[in-house]
């Protein structure tokens, strides 16, 4: 670990992954912490930070378009018959303290504040595991509780009226190349096969890097994932796919996302197996 603002996660004394708590960012861009780089053991990064395809989107984080009106994704919000548009409602999440800090892992309060007021409060619990010599484990939990009077509800671009566009939660946006990568579950392959759907696991394959998805709580295994390959790479589960996440007073989300980062393409079997190390007890 390293100063308060940034935290430097290790597995088998290298780093793997730098936490940054604090960034300086516009308003616009929703500004959250976020992992980047991560990097494979063999020191291949994995991320990207504001590419030109999209300013907001910030290595590896929880990001949600749609929080009661408020983004908290950053960029254009989506509204329903005009379509993307530039709102001065951009929300925050605001590190307050890490309540444990390791070289392999963290468990954080954040505060999310919009206009002036908190609406979500949450805890974050990172964990780095070393699988084997070429691949490990980012382990992240978050839980989200409303600390409002009243009752709030999560939305995406598609629960407004877009199509497809269910993104908002665990978002892992993954390294642009010259060819897109190749992504699969245990018996599907391509974007247009397992975008919205639902599987245990999902492998996105790059040049020389593959990183494994895995849901590692039945509830979480509930959400359809949101795959982009073709426009730009980057996955994570949907926590408003077709109709608004409702989170009463005091309620608590929790989602828990282990992601495998290894070296090398790997097929759908070790991509499997991976995946099943990573998320048994």
């Known amino acids: 670990m390293t100063s308060n603002d940034t935290a430097v996660l290790r597995v088998a004394g290298r780093p793997v992954g730098r936490y940054v708590t604090r960034p300086e960012l516009p308003a616009r861009l929703s500004p959250r912490p976020y992992l980047h780089p991560v990097t494979t053991l063999a020191g291949t990064a994995v991320t990207e930070l504001s590419p030109a395809d999209h300013a907001h989107h910030l290595g590896v984080g929880v990001a949600v378009p749609d929080v009661e009106g408020y983004n908290f994704w950053g960029g254009r919000t989506f509204v329903r018959d005009q379509g993307p548009t530039e709102l001065d409602n951009h929300g925050s999440q605001r590190h307050t303290t890490f309540q444990l800090r390791d070289p392999d892992g963290f468990v954080e309060e954040l505060r999310w504040v919009a206009a002036g007021g908190e609406l979500l409060r ?16 980012l382990d992240l939990t978050f839980s989200l509780a409303n600390v409002t009077p ?6 995406s671009p598609a629960t ?15 390294r642009k190349e ?34 494994v998805f895995a849901g590692a709580t039945e509830r ?22 077709d109709e608004r996440l409702p989170i009463a007073p005091g309620e608590t989300v929790v989602r828990r996302i282990v992601t495998v980062v290894a070296d090398g393409r790997l097929g759908r079997d070790e991509a499997a197996s991976l995946a099943r190390k990573a998320v048994s007890p």
């Open 122 to 137: 949450e805890r974050r619990t990172v964990a780095a595991t070393e699988l084997t010599d070429s691949a490990w484990a």
């Open 220 to 241: 979480t295994r509930r959400d359809p994932w949101f795959v982009r390959t073709a426009e730009y790479p980057g996955v994570g589960p949907s926590l408003a796919y």
């Open 150 to 155: 009243g009752p709030l509800s999560m939305g």
């Open 160 to 174: 407004n009226g877009r199509p497809g566009a269910a993104y908002g939660g665990f978002f892992w946006r993954a």
């Open 178 to 211: 010259s060819e897109a990568p190749d992504v699969f579950t245990a018996d599907t392959e391509g974007e247009a096969e397992v975008h919205g759907r639902r599987a245990d696991w999902l492998a996105l394959a790059g040049s020389t890097w593959t990183l």
